[in-house]
């Protein structure tokens, strides 16, 4: 279900795109995966801020957020990603700035650790 909301996603199509992502958050809730639930609601999020939708991108991106609080990874510097877009919809252009930055420290916490692992597995 993922899948096919990026698919439709990706060919213009919001309506159904939104559909298969609230579905698989749907499906992600009842099924207690934690991590696919914050992946479709970041979709969910993604989808509302190109439509326009701000506060309901926002929300989506915040639940999203939270459920990835303490878990380093991609999809948490996507989803922050995702909320600095929201902001430079909203707000100034130096708080943006700053969210866009936190992310790139973020991918080069992640590339630290990827490269710490590395040396441990090579070594």
Known sequence: MFTLAQTYYLRGSAREAEYFAK???????????PGMLSRALAKQGEIQLHLGQLEKARTCLSRASALLADVPGL????????EAEVKAAQTDE????????????????????????DSLALG
């Open 23 to 33: 579905q698989t958050a749907d499906l992600a809730t009842q099924l207690n995966t």
């Open 75 to 82: 999809d948490k510097v996507e989803i922050h990603r995702l």
């Open 94 to 117: 130096e708080t943006t700035q700053l969210m866009f930055d936190d992310s790139i420290k973020m991918l080069e916490d992640l590339d630290a650790a990827f490269r710490q692992f």
